[in-house]
């Protein structure tokens, strides 16, 4: 085996080391040693910090060029606007399902295991500043989709927005044909060039995903969990659900793919999520895994995986279902069915709503928790131990959007089983094929 060869095997493998490594790294320097400016100053705010958010930030730059390029280049070569139209209508539905069925797979887990019940309030250190989220104004929601202006969507990476304008100029990029063909190539080139740039990064992320997880590790204290231990059981047995029966039963069963392979395949970017519990920022490796591991075309994952790391929130979904229980059982609020559908529906569009960025899912849990008249001084309860769940969450929001996408590819006949059955030989992520 060459040393290249080597190389390419042990990423996933690699990455898989780092997340482990990085807890225990983490846990040992919260325990055993001494907080001192060597410890907190140096290694944790120091080194782990500017190393994991380098990190980040690395991949946030890759965001807004790559998502801006690749959908202009798949709607130009789709072309077809209604064939477009189809995708993104049952796109939306796939996403609409899937988070009411989380929703209601978390008020059900929530209902057996009885996260709040004999919960001593005040042995729970509550946080204070919960922010708040206003239900918006649905009209005004649904115009903000169209930008005012293209450029400072993109600079303020509006996700939403940065979809619709792409979209556009692909159409008419396709319909004016050889005409404008200097641009077509420039987008197409510009396209690949983020792509080398989205491996470049991936190379470092066994170190950046280290850090990321050795600084969450050593600053979380385990005692607060204890209290909660019911509540995380509830959120990780809701996700666990999700991810592999919901998802992967939903894979075999439209696509006939084997969800054993399809997961391992995933597991990097999945990893790279949980450790910097950020969908936006997976948008380019999420492209790039299906596209290279599962054969999806980029024509559409560069369309939907961005909509979903914008709109489609399983995971956060899960967190709100299982929150609304807890602290209804916790504050001793019953909560009758109506209550549960109306919990259905506003977490729906939270959801919809939350960005794919760290906590927001707390912030707009506000608006699930007025809905139904619940104390929001609740979720001052959960954010202590939030972290984690948000970390786990978003590994389980990405894969919704990877398996949705999947179905969508393969409905649309822009599925190469080829390339998923070639993966299962080589079976793991390489950053440069
Ligand atoms: N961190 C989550 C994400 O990026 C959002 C949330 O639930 O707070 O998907």
Do not use: W
């Not at 040992?28 to 080194?47: A, C, E, K, M, T």
């Not at 139904?372 to 769940?389: F, Q």
């Amino acid at each position: 085996m060459s040393k290249t060869e080597k190389k390419k095997v042990g990423l996933t493998t690699r990455i898989f080391i780092s997340l482990i490594l990085g807890a225990i790294a983490g846990v040992l320097l919260h325990y055993f040693v001494p907080s001192g400016q060597i410890r907190d100053d140096i290694i944790i705010n120091g080194i782990f910090y500017v190393v994991g958010q380098g990190f980040i930030r690395l991949m946030q730059m890759l965001v807004a060029p790559l998502v801006f390029c690749s959908l202009v280049c798949g709607s130009m070569s789709i072309g077809d606007t209604k064939k477009l139209g189809q995708v993104g209508v049952k796109t939306m539905l796939f996403y609409l399902a899937t988070t009411a069925c989380a929703i209601a797979l978390a008020l059900s887990v929530a209902n057996v295991i009885d996260p709040g019940i004999g919960l001593d309030i005040s042995s729970i250190e509550a946080a204070k500043d919960v922010g708040s989220a206003e239900a918006t104004n649905f009209a005004d929601t649904l115009l903000n989709i169209i930008p005012t202006n293209p450029f400072s969507a993109l600079a303020n990476g509006e996700m939403l927005q940065i979809i619709v304008f792409a979209l556009i100029v692909g159409i008419i990029l396709a319909k004016l044909g050889d005409r404008v063909e200097t641009v077509s190539n420039f987008f197409g080139q510009f396209n690949d060039i983020m792509m080398e740039m989205t491996m470049m990064v991936m190379a470092v992320a066994p170190i950046g995903v280290f850090c990321l997880i050795a600084k969450t590790f050593a600053g979380i204290g385990f005692d607060a969990f204890i209290p909660m231990l019911k509540y995380m059981l509830a959120v990780l047995v809701g996700l666990a659900m999700q991810c592999f029966i919901v998802y992967l039963g939903m894979l075999k069963i439209f696509t006939g793919l084997n969800p054993i392979i399809f997961i391992k395949n995933f597991f990097p970017v999945m990893a790279f999520a949980f450790s910097t519990a950020t969908s936006n920022a997976t948008i380019p490796l999420s492209i790039d895994a299906l596209a290279k591991k599962m054969g999806v075309s980029k024509k559409i994952s560069s369309f939907t995986v961005p909509l979903g790391a914008t709109i489609n929130m399983d995971g956060t979904a899960i967190m709100q279902g299982v929150a609304v229980v807890f602290v209804a059982q916790a504050f001793g609020i019953q909560l009758d069915m109506m209550d549960y559908m109306t919990v259905i529906g506003t977490a729906t569009l939270a959801s919809v709503g939350t960005a794919g960025v760290p906590g927001v899912g707390l912030i707009t849990l506000t608006m699930v928790f007025n809905s139904v008249n619940l104390p929001v001084e609740g979720i001052a309860l959960i954010m202590g131990i939030d972290r984690i769940l948000d970390m786990t969450r978003t590994a389980v929001n990405i894969t919704g959007d990877a398996v949705c996408t999947t179905i969508v590819a393969h409905q649309n006949k822009m599925l190469d089983r080829e390339v998923f059955k070639n993966s299962v030989s080589k079976s793991n992520i390489s950053g440069k094929e």
